[in-house]
């Protein structure tokens, strides 16, 4: 018996929550952005590093804020050998791996930057992706704040060097010895209080997206989320969570410097926190960034266990308009501190350290609000068509488009199957060509090409009424010897680039 056979189904293609696919457009914006803050990098004596994208699962540590998702927030799989290899989650655990795999040739201190893609294992959701780049700046083997104070203002200087100007960005920096003072002090110091501070941790750092209200509640039994989740909170009473709040309201070092003080009165662990956050004051002041550049302000919480020092934060100020056609102000770009236990895990010494990261694809949305990326359009390349498709024309147009690319003008020759003239200039017209190359039996034969000004027939043809002043206008076409291709089309696409200088 004949059995039916059963119809294939043809595959959906679809793209995996969480992750985007990126348009030219935003490859060049972002190109365009790390060329920059490369620059500055390298002027303050930093060089580039690479580690790869998976890492073994036990070096990344357990640092991640999301630690009620699979797999700890981090995608893993085995090898195999049976050993747990994960997806990095961000760039500053490869670096320590690789610095203490190479502690012996590394020069300290070591400085270095590197851009790359990160993972992380949380739910998707407007503007929260599992896959975004980060760019990150570090100095391994320096003790002193000195080397964290440089840190805040290389951030400065990057915002300044992608165009932000001063009153649309400020570094805020504070001092997790500080924090932890403030958590010694109202019983939350020792081992048995890890978790505790941890869940504290990670219900500070929520402070922008829940505002003190739901950190309340974080620091207390726990807060219900508009879809009816509940996360469980760290349990403190009423004065611990009144002393955290307090502490995380600050705005104004100078004037609750006292009071702040008072809190960390008895705790050694804070009273360092303050002095090293007056040092670090001190020396950006000397060196000419003020408050409105680099601020202090213990309201900054970096919520990763592993910092151990100062944080900092580079926050936008300026208002956006967010999902929901609320003007809201931008906020954090990037954020860094020191991490002096990090590389030790590995080393079984003390490794001081110190870096900033900053949120690539966050920074650009910001840049082209501000109008500051993506302002130069990329010229399409020059399309040449394919009059004749035998082997000798199909040679000398392959030799114009060379010619032109070799002279560093974009060009293609039309590879399409399309055999009709008008097809292959709409073609150009949609890729957005600014010229298009001809060359049939006729002009090949007088040794000349035709040269098609896609852009000023674009014009032309919204001004001309009738065919006679059609045939009149025909500047938006010349014809030039087949030698002088090269130099017409230059001159052509500078008269373009003039047009469009003089209307933007």
């Known amino acids: 018996m004949n059995e039916k056979q059963k119809k294939t189904q043809k595959l959906r293609a679809r793209l995996p929550r969480g992750f985007v696919d990126r348009s030219a457009a935003d490859i060049r914006a972002v190109d365009e952005m790390i060329a920059k803050i490369r620059e500055?990098?390298?002027?303050?004596?930093?060089?580039p590093v690479e580690t790869p994208l998976f890492e073994y699962t036990d070096a990344l540590g357990k640092f991640l804020p999301d630690s009620d998702r699979p797999n700890e927030g981090v995608f893993s799989l085995t090898d195999d050998d049976d050993q747990w290899l994960s997806l990095r989650y961000d760039l500053t655990a490869p670096l320590a791996r690789h610095v203490a795999e190479n502690f012996n040739e590394i020069q300290l201190p070591y400085r270095t930057y590197r851009a790359g893609y990160v993972f992380r294992n949380e739910k998707p959701g407007p503007g929260r992706f599992r896959q975004f780049m980060q760019f990150d700046a570090d100095t391994v083997g320096a003790a002193g704040v000195q080397a964290d104070a440089e840190m805040c203002m290389m951030m400065a200087d990057t915002m300044e060097a992608l165009g932000i100007a001063r009153g649309d960005y400020v570094i805020r920096v504070n001092n997790r010895k500080v924090l932890d003072g403030v958590l010694e002090a109202i019983g939350l110091g020792g081992v048995e209080q890890t978790n505790t501070r941890l869940t504290v941790l990670r219900a500070i750092d929520k402070l922008d997206k829940f505002g003190p209200?739901?950190?309340?509640?974080?620091?207390g039994e726990g807060r219900k989320d508009e879809s009816g989740d509940f996360t469980k909170g760290a349990g403190l009473n009423v004065e611990?969570?009144?002393?955290?709040?307090?502490?995380v309201g600050i705005t104004d070092y100078a004037r609750s410097a006292d009071e702040l003080a008072a809190l960390v009165a008895g705790t050694a662990r804070g009273a360092e926190g303050v002095t090293e956050l007056n040092t670090i004051r001190s020396l950006v002041l000397s060196a000419g960034y003020e408050a409105d550049r680099i601020k202090i302000d213990p309201s900054v919480v970096r919520g990763l266990e592993y910092y151990t020092g100062p944080v900092f934060e580079a926050e936008l100020q300026f208002a956006v308009t967010n999902e929901?056609?609320?003007k809201v102000v931008f906020g954090s770009v990037g954020g860094g501190g020191r991490y002096d236990g990090l590389v030790s895990r590995f080393m079984g010494q003390p490794v001081p350290a110190t870096g900033f990261s900053i949120g690539v694809s966050?920074?650009?949305t910001a840049l082209k609000n501000l109008g500051k990326l993506g302002a130069e359009q990329v010229t399409a390349p020059v399309v040449v068509c394919v009059m004749d498709r035998d082997i000798e024309s199909m040679g000398r147009y392959q030799r114009f488009v060379q010619d032109l690319r070799h002279a560093g003008i974009r060009a293609e020759m039309y590879q399409g199957n399309k055999k009709n003239f008008g097809d292959q200039l709409k073609y150009a017209d949609r890729r957005g060509s600014p010229l298009a190359v001809i060359q049939g039996g006729d002009e090949r034969a007088s040794g000349v090409v035709q040269i098609k000004d896609l852009i000023e027939g674009k014009r032309l043809s919204g001004e001309i009424e009738d065919n006679v002043a059609w045939r009149e206008a025909r500047v938006a076409q010349v014809s030039v010897?087949?030698?002088?291709?090269?130099a017409k089309v230059r001159e052509i696409?500078?008269?373009?680039?003039?047009?469009?200088?003089?209307?933007?």
């Not at 500055?40 to 060089?47: H, K, P, S």
């Not at 611990?240 to 502490?247: E, M, N």
């Open 213 to 219: 209200e739901g950190v309340r509640l974080l620091l």
């Open 493 to 504: 696409l500078a008269e373009q680039a003039e047009d469009r200088k003089r209307a933007g």
């Open 40 to 47: 500055v990098y390298e002027r303050y004596g930093f060089d």
């Open 240 to 247: 611990q969570i009144g002393k955290i709040l307090f502490f």
């Open 362 to 364: 966050r920074l650009m």
């Open 324 to 326: 929901k056609g609320e």
């Open 481 to 486: 010897l087949e030698g002088e291709l090269v």
